[in-house]
T-cell receptor, first 113, second 119 residues
């Protein structure tokens, strides 16, 4: 099935750093979502975006819904060790296509050795 | 709130046997539940959409006779992997969308996943 292009695939963080990841699609979505998944667990919703141009924060996390409705980014400020995990973006067509989610490939966030 | 549970959390079975995985919405009713499969270091791939009281809708390439889905109530959906083989070993995750009660009905809340290992 269709996947979103998510980058980077992986990144190393040092405590205190700001990090950024993004997702692009060839199709328009009317909702963008960002999830975090820890090993052996299900994804947990971090931020949901419902309008083009919307910028939303959740603590140290900030995400934006691109104006073209084909992209989104997630920033993590002042990273801490518990930010390690896999972050997934997901696009959704609300009220169409059965509200299905299309997931990006994930960004694996690791701690710098 | 919006808690989804799965049972079992992990299961090991012999090739050729069938395995049932349960997905429950604990504090809300769900009109729609979704079943995903995730292979190691890969993303979540939607297998099927399950609507209470009706047949599931399967994604292209997913065998409906192999992955039986039953959504008998507004809080429970089950996935049965029939005649499991080693290539079915994967992490199976369900999600549920609320019926109403002030929550967005298009939001999906995910369960903790079930690790299936077929020997």
């Amino acid at each position: 099935g269709q996947q979103l292009n998510q980058s980077p695939q992986s990144m190393f963080i040092q405590e205190g750093e700001d990090v950024s990841m993004n997702c692009t699609s060839s199709s328009i979505f009317n909702t963008w979502l960002w999830y975090k998944q820890d090993p052996g667990e299900g994804p947990v919703l971090l931020i949901a975006l419902y309008k083009a141009g919307e910028l939303t924060s959740n603590g140290r996390l900030t995400a934006q819904f691109g104006i073209t409705r084909k992209d989104s980014f997630l920033n993590i400020s002042a990273s801490i060790p518990s930010d390690v995990g896999i972050y997934f973006c997901a696009g959704q067509l609300r009220y169409a296509a059965g509200n299905k989610l299309t997931f990006g490939g994930g960004t694996r966030v690791l701690v710098k050795p | 709130g919006a808690v989804v549970s799965q049972h079992p959390s992990w299961v090991i079975c012999k090739s050729g046997t069938s395995v049932k995985i349960e997905c429950r919405s604990l504090d809300f009713q769900a009109t729609t539940m979704f079943w995903y499969r995730q292979f190691p270091k890969q993303s979540l791939m939607l297998m099927a959409t399950s609507n209470e009281g009706s047949k599931a809708t399967y994604e292209q390439g997913v065998e409906k006779d192999k992955f039986l889905i039953n959504h008998a109530s507004l809080t429970l959906s089950t996935l049965t992997v029939t005649s499991a083989h080693p290539e079915d070993s994967s992490f199976y995750i369900c999600s549920a969308s609320p019926l109403t009660s002030g929550r967005r009905t298009d939001t999906q809340y995910f369960g903790p996943g079930t690790r299936l290992t077929v020997l």
